[in-house]
Each structure stands twice: as structure tokens, then as C-alpha cells.
């Protein structure tokens, strides 16, 4: 299977090149399971969801039993919105194959859709025909005791959520992690498009209309804003460079630097933006932080930014002379896009945090706070671009249409801001990151394994324990706004580096 190996890694990388190749396959062999599998999962990839399912569904003629190709047609429906769709396709799967993953997508669009005991019964089912081993174990645990709070049975919630917190006691970065990860692959649908980024920019500039508190670049979004794009590049305003974005690509695949605009405004699916060339330096580079925020509610909204975060530095010393724009490693700041640059030192001592090519929040923070810089101030316009970013998803009205579905339906949502710090020392909104990566670098994962703890402690707080006086054990029975409020303050209790957004 080595070649299949290598198509994926395409895919993974190169996501344009392994849709073309796959095509060239899957036209010449018009039979085979492997080419239409591998074609949909690049759809997938690049989030082209309606073209994904009919290349999973084309799958499932030639292999009726496909077990990823089944659920994959009900995953591309879940991301699509067609949760009854979803839930039926899941069905049909697990009627065929009776496989634990179909009947844990089953309990959750059951809860989505608001039948609250059949989503208890198939996470019961799902636990009771899981081996102990099983990966399954937790999402069905978490599931579970959402699922019974929301049918008023909070007292066996907390007895599940015991055992989940058992679990995680033993292994908190496993068990967080893969909670996370599931929990964002399988958010409210609607997060889907934020990762499109000419969505992403068109909803900036409309919001900037109506609240010009966000701080970004210029962005223009071709075709369609071609016109706007010539008209400002021939303005006072025009920089002297232009970063070009491919709509859908992601780990710096495909961007550029450059000051002629001319083959940029000849392309139909890119993004063009203002190139900030006054970056706040780090000995020389130019780096860019990864910020997070998380959604834990959505009626009522409730939000908050992570005080910690991710610097990463390219691995060339900057030089802002248009003549050079063309080095994407002195301008682009993706780690990824750099790997085997020698000029990129991943530090493997996490406690380390302030040398390399990745850094900390705090350690950026303590360097500018040394060059004459209030950290808390910088801090405090990251907070307020965090804020920005959560008012104009509440204002497309994506948390009003998730609040349709019972309160515990779905998961804290983790996710990510990339943020361009300039020499005057405010922040930039760059990028949104939907679902931001887990795993990296030491420095990485022990920042990210304090902050996923965080997130664990902060959704999974029993209600009682045993010194819960009895006529309080009786109200939270009885009331589901008393429980909705005492889970707001164990959220605080619990949230450790987190800070509450002001919406």
C-alpha cells in the first residue's frame, strides 16, 4: 500500500495536485473502490462536501459494505446540515455493519434532533456492546451524561461523568485530546464554511461595516471583488506588497508574496489581502500567534480566550524590499510549510519557551514588555479581536440556529485565531482555524495539554457531590435552569488560564 500512502500524504499537502491525479485514476479505472474512496477523501479535505458525497456514494455502489464510505456519506450529510439524512444513513451502516462508530453518530444526531431518550438508549446500547478498550468509551460517556442531563436525569449523568473523569485522571492528555478533536470534527454545521477563507473574508468585510472594532487587513475575494481590488491597488492606500491566499487550501499550501497583482487578478479562486509589512520582529523574524477561543454556550452566549498561545517564526530573517517577495520563508509563518528549512529550530525541551522557531504567547509577551511594550495591553486588544470575531458569528446568527437543538447537544467548541502582531504593537486579525491542530512540537503540546485539561474540567463538573445538601440535590432534579446555572459556575471555577469574553 505504499502508493496509497503517498496519495494521502498528497492529499494531506498538496490537496489540488491529488484531486487532479485521482481524477486521471478513477476515469481510467471507473471500477475501483480505492480511486473513488481516495477522490471523495480529497473533496473532504478541502471541505467541497456535495462533491465528496457523490464520490462516497459512488463508492458504496461499487462496495455496498464500504464501511468509511458509509459513514462518510452520513458525515458529509451531518457537515452539509441534513441531520435526519445523516441520522439515516448512520442507520443504514450500522444495519449492515453494526459498527460502533454509525451507533455513536446515531445517539448524536438522536440529541441534535431533539429525541433525548433514543439518543440515552443508543449511548446506552453503545456502552453496553463496547469492549472495555474500546476508543468509543469516552464520546459515548460524554454523550451519555449531555443526553441524560437534557432529560432531566442529572443524578445518573454525574454517574457516567464519574467514569469519564476516572479516565481522565489516568490519561489526561489522551483522553482530552481525542474529546477535543471529535468534538470539532463534529460541531454545529455551520462552522464549516468559517474555514472557506473567502467566506471568512467576506464576513469580515461586511462586519467591519457595521462594527469597525476588528482590526485586519484589507481583503478581497476574486472574482468578485476584482473590481474593488484594481480600484485599490491604484489608490493612495495601495501597499507595496500582496499576499494571495488559494480559497481552500490550509498549512501555508499555495500562498505567495508578491507586489505584481497581475496574475493574482487572472485567477478565480483566491483570496487577496494587504500584506502587513511592519511586523513586530523576533530577533530579526517575523512570527504570528495562534490564539484560542472557546464557545461553551450558545443560549446564553457564553465565550472565552485562552491567556497562553503558540508563536510560530519563520525561518528566514525578515527583509520588507519588494524586490524579495517572493521568499515565502522570511514572509509565511506556517511551520508546517517550512519542515527541513534549516533555518527552522523546533526546540525539543518544552520548557523552553522562548527560543526557536516556536515560541509561547508569554514569552512574546515578556520580549515586548522588554522593548517598552504594556504586555496587558497587548493582551487586552488580543481579547478584544477575540470578541470582534465571536459578535460577528453571533450576528450571521450561528448561535441562534444551534440553540434550536437541546441545550447539551453540542460540546464546547474549541477554536483559532491567527493574529499578526506590528511594530506599534497591536494585534491583527489574520485567519480564523475551525479546528485547530492537537499535536506538535514539546512546546506545543504541553501548552495545548494545560489548556485541553482546562476545557475537560470546565464541560465535565459533576453537579453533587457528597456534601450536595439534599434540598439543593432536590432543586437541580426539579430544574433545569438552577442546572444550567450551576454549570455555569463550575465552567468558572474550572477555567484556568481562560478569560470571559465581554459580548
Not at 489526561?172 to 470539532?184: D, E, F, H, P, Y
Not at 475575494?221 to 485599490?232: K, N, W
Not at 472565552?304 to 519588494?322: K, L, N, Q, T, W
Not at 485567519?431 to 465535565?460: D, W
Request: net charge negative; charged share 25%.
Amino acid at each position: 500500500m505504499p502508493l496509497v500512502d503517498d496519495i494521502k500524504d498528497l492529499i494531506e499537502h498538496e490537496t489540488s495536485e491529488a484531486q487532479q491525479l485521482l481524477r486521471i485514476v478513477a476515469d481510467a479505472m471507473p471500477r475501483s473502490v480505492e480511486a473513488h474512496l481516495l477522490l471523495a477523501a480529497s473533496h473532504l479535505r478541502r471541505l467541497e462536501l456535495a462533491q465528496a458525497l457523490i464520490y462516497y456514494r459512488e463508492t458504496v455502489e461499487l462496495d455496498p459494505k464500504n464501511d468509511e464510505a458509509l459513514r462518510s456519506v452520513g458525515f458529509c450529510l451531518l457537515a452539509m446540515g441534513d441531520y435526519e439524512g445523516a441520522l439515516a444513513a448512520f442507520r443504514h451502516a450500522f444495519q449492515l455493519l453494526s459498527g460502533a462508530g454509525s451507533l455513536r453518530f446515531i445517539a448524536l444526531l438522536c440529541h441534535r434532533l431533539g429525541r433525548v431518550e433514543e439518543a440515552v438508549q443508543a449511548y446506552e446500547r453503545l456502552l453496553a456492546n463496547c469492549q472495555p478498550t474500546s476508543g468509543e468509551i469516552p464520546f459515548a460517556l460524554q454523550g451519555l451524561a449531555a443526553a441524560l442531563r437534557d432529560a432531566g436525569r442529572p443524578i445518573v449523568a454525574d454517574h457516567y461523568l464519574r467514569d469519564l473523569i476516572e479516565r481522565f485522571s489516568r490519561d489526561k492528555i489522551g483522553v482530552s485530546s481525542k474529546l477535543i478533536a471529535r468534538n470539532n470534527s463534529d460541531d454545529f454545521h455551520e462552522w464549516s464554511p468559517y474555514a472557506d477563507k473567502s467566506r471568512l473574508a467576506a464576513s469580515f468585510n461586511a462586519r467591519r461595516a457595521v462594527d469597525p472594532a476588528g482590526r485586519f487587513p484589507e481583503s478581497f475575494v476574486l472574482p468578485q471583488d476584482r473590481a474593488a481590488l484594481e480600484a485599490f491597488a491604484q489608490g493612495p492606500d495601495a501597499p507595496a506588497l500582496y499576499i494571495v491566499k488559494p480559497i481552500r487550501a490550509s498549512g501555508g499550501q499555495g500562498i505567495s508574496v508578491t507586489a505584481d497583482l497581475r496574475p493574482a487578478l487572472a485567477r478565480d479562486d483566491v483570496v487577496v489581502q494587504r500584506y502587513l509589512d511592519r511586523p513586530y520582529l523576533i530577533e530579526g523574524h517575523k512570527g504570528h500567534c495562534r490564539i484560542y477561543g472557546l464557545i461553551t454556550s450558545a443560549d446564553p452566549l457564553r465565550a472565552y480566550v485562552y491567556s497562553e498561545g503558540i508563536v510560530r517564526i519563520a525561518p528566514e530573517p525578515y527583509d520588507p524590499d519588494p524586490a524579495k517577495a517572493g521568499g515565502v520563508s522570511m514572509h509565511v509563518t506556517n511551520t508546517a510549510l517550512h519542515l527541513g528549512h534549516p533555518g527552522l529550530q523546533i526546540g525539543q525541551d518544552a520548557s523552553q519557551d522562548d527560543t526557536g522557531s516556536i515560541r509561547s504567547l508569554s514569552a512574546l509577551l515578556r520580549r515586548m514588555a522588554a522593548d517598552g511594550f504594556d504586555p496587558a495591553q497587548v493582551f487586552g486588544e488580543i481579547k478584544a479581536l477575540m470578541e470582534w470575531l465571536v459578535r460577528m458569528v453571533a450576528a450571521e446568527g450561528l448561535f441562534a440556529r444551534q440553540a434550536a437543538s437541546p441545550p447539551r447537544a453540542y460540546p464546547p467548541k474549541l477554536f483559532g485565531l491567527d493574529v499578526l502582531i506590528d511594530q506599534d504593537g497591536h494585534p491583527w486579525l489574520i485567519e480564523m482555524q475551525r479546528t485547530p491542530a492537537a499535536r506538535g512540537a514539546p512546546l506545543v503540546e504541553k501548552i495545548n495539554a494545560e489548556m485541553y485539561a482546562s476545557v475537560f474540567r470546565m464541560a465535565h463538573a459533576p453537579l453533587f457531590d457528597d456534601n450536595t445538601p439534599p434540598e439543593l440535590m432536590a432543586a437541580l432534579r426539579a430544574d433545569d435552569t438552577l442546572r444550567r446555572r450551576r454549570e455555569a459556575e463550575l465552567e468558572v471555577l474550572n477555567r484556568g488560564k481562560f478569560v470571559p469574553l465581554a459580548l
